[in-house]
């Protein structure tokens, strides 16, 4: 089964700073798609950046970007210009359509942001 | 684009008593998937759908859990004989298909006392 794993619950930046989290999974699949997400206290996921994994250019959604590494299976989030909002927990997930349309989600990074 | 709704946004039930959710998905969304979330985790797969068809279910799901998507447009998820374990966030997402994002709901807390 395909396991997606974040290392640091929580972090913290500076705001105007930078700070990037990390994602890493597990899978035998050579095609899928990886996603991070975000859930302020509100709690609606919202989507921030979505990566096609036989797409070797780095997506970038604004002041978000990515650092995909297809065979170290690492998935890292850059928050460049941090803002107060960007203040939430931060999700990574897997999602292969070859072994179950399922979104699998790791544990989450908790990140503050500090004026 | 109005969004996924989701209804209730909170119910409390005794422990024993059956509760069912509405999922009101984007509406040119074929796919449609249930989630449940307890505090601090992610999101937990429980279902999805295709159209009307229910295609996976999780191993984890017992048998007091059923969802249906009778007509490939709105879900129910119903929850028989719910037990305090079963208190979380009940989580709805759509998407349109292969390699789409989801996109998610505000959820249905619910609260088994």
């Known amino acids: 089964a395909q396991t997606v794993t974040q290392s640091q619950p929580e972090m913290s930046v500076q705001e105007a700073e930078t700070v990037t989290l990390s994602c890493t999974y597990d899978?035998?699949?050579?095609?899928?798609?990886l996603f991070w997400y975000k859930q302020p206290p509100s709690r609606q996921m919202i989507l921030v950046i979505r990566?096609?994994?036989?797409?070797?250019q780095n997506a970038t959604e604004n002041r978000f970007s990515v650092n995909f590494q297809k065979a170290a299976k690492s998935f890292s989030l850059k928050i460049s210009d941090s803002q107060l909002g960007d203040a939430a927990m931060y999700f990574c997930?897997?999602?292969?359509?070859?072994?179950?349309?399922?979104?699998?989600f790791g544990e989450g990074t908790q990140l503050t942001v500090n004026p | 684009d109005t969004g996924v709704s989701q209804d209730p946004r909170h119910k409390i039930t005794k422990r024993g008593q059956n509760v069912t959710f509405r999922c009101d998905p984007i509406?040119?969304?074929?796919?449609l998937y249930w989630y449940r979330q307890t505090l601090g985790q992610g999101p937990e797969f429980l279902t999805y759908?295709?159209?009307?068809?229910?295609?996976?279910k999780s191993r984890l799901l017992s048998d007091r859990f059923s969802a249906e998507r009778p007509k490939g447009s709105f879900s129910t998820l119903e929850i028989q004989r719910t037990e305090q374990g079963d208190s979380a966030m009940y989580l709805c997402?759509?998407?349109?298909?292969?390699?789409?994002?989801?996109?998610f709901g505000n959820g249905t807390r619910l609260t088994v006392t």
């Open positions: 997930a897997y999602l292969s359509e070859t072994s179950g349309s399922r979104l699998t």
């Open positions: 997402a759509s998407s349109l298909g292969r390699g789409s994002p989801l996109h």
């Open positions: 759908f295709q159209n009307e068809a229910q295609l996976e």
């Open positions: 509406s040119e969304h074929n796919r």
């Open positions: 990566q096609e994994a036989y797409k070797q």
């Open positions: 899978t035998s699949e050579s095609d899928y798609y």
